[in-house]
């Protein structure tokens, strides 16, 4: 797959030719395997494959999480390409596309996007809204099968001001969350998302939505719950009020019951004393006049 690189490079007329024998010494090839592949040409399976590569690496990228078998059933689902999980492994595994979490569970810590420096340091207050938010992802079982919540929380109200609830925990849902609280709230430049640094906080897609709105990224330590215990607190509310209060047939009944509850009892109706016993959509209204109700 190396080897169409040393051609274009050697190509004449180029702005910038490199010999052969330099590009191959550079990339600890042989010249002679280079000559013979450009004898014999290029096999379609070949291309097959660089392009499978292509997809699966973007598909790692943007899910780090992902071992082969996920990103051989997304490329299924996507139509992107009809080959067997056997040969999806085989690319990986010669491209090094792996799994952030090895098999017993625990991170590796060497795969994925780096990860932010914590800019929190567990001080969760604020001088007023859409300085710093608080996000997480919380997931729970249904007769289905497992849905995830993904929300931010201003900590100067104590405020949710976005969420996304999916079947799958994608980079996609941290996505959506962030961009929903983006719209509600159009913070300036300059707040602070803060998070623990799992692979959906850490994807590209993620980023990219950080870095077109201006807003920085704050991460705690690796396995330590307190560097984000603010937003922990509001899951055990979750918990509580919500999914351990029945058994849920359905991922949509529990979705519609986090919707409900969010949006109608904890951000409207909910009093806490740490506001003064206001709710939080009442702290922001008293507290700033100026403040848009979402």
Not at 155 to 180: C, E, H, P, Q, W
Not at 188 to 214: C, E, M, T
Request: contains cysteine; positive net charge.
């Amino acid at each position: 797959m190396i080897y169409p690189l040393v051609q274009e490079l050697a190509v004449t007329g180029t702005r910038l030719r490199v010999p052969v024998t330099v590009t191959c010494r550079v990339l600890k090839i042989t010249k002679q395997g280079y000559f013979k592949w450009l004898a014999v040409g290029v096999s379609q399976r070949d291309w097959d494959d660089a392009h499978l590569a292509n997809q699966a690496f973007d598909m790692h990228q943007e899910d780090p999480e992902y071992g082969y078998r996920q990103i051989a059933w997304e490329l299924e689902a996507t139509g992107a390409t009809s080959a067997s999980e056997r040969r999806i492994w085989r690319v990986c595994s010669e491209n090094g596309i792996r799994s952030v979490i090895v098999g017993t569970g625990r991170r590796t810590g060497s795969w994925g996007p780096p990860t932010a420096e914590a800019q929190v340091r567990r001080d969760f207050t604020a001088d007023g809204p859409n300085q710093l938010w608080l996000t997480d992802i919380t997931e729970h079982w249904t007769r289905e099968g497992k849905l995830y919540l993904c929300t931010l929380k201003d900590v100067f109200s104590n405020r949710i001001v976005g969420y996304s609830i999916d079947s799958r925990m994608k980079a996609s849902l941290a996505v959506a969350a962030l961009t929903d609280a983006i719209n509600r709230r159009s913070p300036a430049p300059g707040l602070i998302v803060h998070s623990d640094r799992g692979s959906q906080f850490r994807a590209r897609k993620f980023r990219r939505v950080l870095d077109s709105n201006g807003l920085a990224q704050s991460m705690g330590a690796v396995g330590t719950c307190a560097d984000n215990a603010a937003m922990e607190s509001f899951f055990n509310l979750v918990q509580t009020n919500v999914l351990d209060r029945k058994k849920w047939a359905t991922r949509q009944e529990l979705r519609l019951a986090l919707v409900r509850w969010i949006n109608g009892t904890y951000n409207r109706r909910r009093r806490q004393r740490a506001l003064g016993k206001l709710t939080p959509l009442e702290y922001e209204i008293t507290y700033q006049p100026t403040a848009q109700a979402a």
